[in-house]
C-alpha cells in the first residue's frame, strides 16, 4: 500500500442523475504520475476495504471504475473483487497489443467491465463489443451536442458510453438525450438554472421543528403527537426501526415504542438523513448522496482527534454542508431556519473551530483538491486512515435506509 496517497472519487451517473458507480484514483500530482505499482496497490486496498468476507460487496448495486495497465491484468487483488461491479479502465493504445487484449478478453469473459480511454470509435472496429463494455469519450470545449450526436451515431449496442468531462447542465442533457452515461465530475455541486428555488416543503418543516423538539429533550408524547401529523414520517419511522440492520427481533408498531427505542441522538441523525433526502426542490440525488458520504466522512474523520460523544455533530455538520443546495436557500437562511450548535455553525460558515478541518478534508477527498495532503496534516491522520473511512463512507451511504 503506497502510504502517502489519498484516493479521490467522482460520481458516474445516470441521464436521470442517479449514480450508478464511482471512479475511484489516487489524487493526481503534475509532478509524479501514478505509477503501475501504484495502480495495482489501489485495486487491492478497495478490494480489502468494500469487499467483506462476511457481508460480501459493501457498496450495493454500485460499481467502481478502477485505471489499470496491462500487467496488474492478473493481478491476486482483481480477483477479491465481484466482477460484476468492477471496471477496469484502460488505453486503447494497450489494447493494441494482442496479449493484452487475451488477457482483456479473458477478463470480459469472466464478467468484468472494461473502458476504453483515448481511443478512436472510427478506428476501434467491430469488434470493440467483445473487448470493451464501456468506451470513454472525451468531450472538447467545442459543440458537445454535435459532438455527441457523432458518437451515438457511432454507438454499438454492447457498448456504454461514458462522457467527460461533461461541464454544464446543458451538456448533460444533450448527452443524457442520447442515452451516453456522463462522468459529469463536480458538476453535481452546480444549482441546475431554472429550477425553482421552493425553500423548505411542509415534510421538511415538520423534520425541523422534530429535530428541535428532540434536541431540547423533549417528552416522547409530544414528539410523537408531531409525527403523527404527518403518516408518511410515521410510516418511515416504523420501517426504519422494523428494519433489519436495526436489529430489534420484534416487530415495533407504535411510534412511542420506536422513538423510545431509537434514542435521541439516534433519532437526531435519522431526522438529518431525511431532511436532505426529503429534497423538492429539482437537485439532483447524487446530490443527497454526496451529503449523505460527507457527513459520515466527516463524523469517522473526526472520530481520530475528538470525542466520540462529538460524533452526532460531526455528522450533522457535513450534512448540512449541502443543506442550503439541497433546499435552494442560502446557507445564512438554512441557519436562521435551525438552531445548530456554535461550532457546527463555525464550521459550516467558515470551516473553523473543532469540526471544520474535518469538514473541508471530506470536502477534499470529493474534489480531488491538492489541499487534501496538508489537511490530513494539520489534524494529524494518515493517509491511510483518510482512505479507509473514505471507503468506510461510501460504504455507509449505500446502506442507509431513511
Not at 46 to 69: Q, R, T, Y
Not at 108 to 118: K, L, T
Not at 328 to 355: C, F, W
Amino acid at each position: 500500500m503506497h502510504e502517502s496517497n489519498f484516493i479521490v472519487r467522482e460520481p458516474l451517473l445516470d441521464p436521470k442523475q442517479r449514480v450508478i458507480g464511482y471512479e475511484l484514483s489516487w489524487q493526481h500530482h503534475e509532478d509524479q504520475p501514478v505509477t503501475d505499482e501504484e495502480l495495482e496497490a489501489l485495486i487491492g486496498f478497495v478490494a480489502e476495504n468494500v469487499n467483506d468476507d462476511e457481508h460480501g460487496w459493501l457498496l450495493k448495486d454500485k460499481v467502481l471504475f478502477l485505471d489499470a495497465v496491462p500487467n496488474m491484468l492478473s493481478t491476486d487483488a482483481l480477483f477479491a473483487m465481484p466482477p460484476e461491479r468492477t471496471v477496469l479502465t484502460m488505453k486503447a493504445s494497450d489494447l493494441a497489443d494482442p496479449d493484452t487484449l487475451a488477457a482483456v478478453q479473458g477478463l470480459r469473459a469472466g464478467g468484468v467491465g472494461i473502458s476504453v480511454r483515448d481511443g478512436d470509435l472510427a478506428h476501434l472496429g467491430k469488434n470493440l463489443g467483445m473487448s470493451a463494455s464501456y468506451i470513454e469519450v472525451r468531450f472538447s470545449g467545442a459543440d458537445v451536442a454535435s459532438q455527441a450526436r457523432t458518437y451515438a451515431a457511432a454507438k454499438q449496442s454492447s457498448v456504454r458510453m461514458v462522457g467527460r468531462p461533461v461541464t454544464t447542465w446543458a451538456d448533460f442533457d444533450a448527452c443524457a438525450a442520447l442515452g451516453l452515461d456522463a462522468f459529469v465530475g463536480k458538476l453535481h455541486l452546480t444549482p441546475r438554472a431554472g429550477t425553482p428555488v421552493k425553500g423548505m416543503n411542509p415534510a421538511q418543516t415538520i423534520i425541523l421543528q422534530l429535530m428541535q423538539m428532540v434536541q431540547k429533550n423533549e417528552d416522547i408524547p409530544k414528539i410523537e403527537s408531531v409525527l403523527k401529523r404527518d403518516p408518511a414520517l410515521s410510516y418511515k419511522l416504523l420501517r426504519f426501526i422494523n428494519s433489519a440492520g436495526f436489529g430489534v427481533g420484534r416487530e415495533i408498531q407504535s411510534l412511542r415504542q420506536a422513538i423510545t427505542m431509537l434514542g435521541y441522538s439516534p433519532m437526531y441523525r435519522w431526522l438529518t438523513l431525511l431532511l436532505a433526502t426529503a429534497s423538492t426542490s429539482g437537485y439532483s440525488p447524487v446530490l443527497m448522496e454526496t451529503a449523505v458520504v460527507r457527513g459520515r466522512l466527516t463524523e469517522l474523520l473526526g472520530n481520530k482527534g475528538l470525542p466520540r460523544s462529538e460524533s452526532e455533530n460531526l455528522f450533522m455538520t457535513g450534512m448540512f454542508s449541502l443543506l442550503d443546495r439541497l433546499l435552494g436557500l442560502s446557507m445564512k437562511e438554512v441557519l436562521d431556519t435551525i438552531q445548530l450548535p456554535d461550532e457546527v455553525v463555525r464550521a459550516l460558515l467558515t470551516r473553523g473551530g473543532a469540526y471544520g478541518p474535518y469538514l473541508a478534508l471530506a470536502e477534499a477527498c470529493e474534489l480531488n483538491s491538492q489541499l487534501v495532503a496538508s489537511l490530513a496534516k494539520s489534524i494529524n491522520i494518515t493517509p491511510v486512515d483518510v482512505n479507509k473511512a473514505h471507503l468506510s463512507a461510501l460504504a455507509w451511504a449505500q446502506n442507509v435506509s431513511t
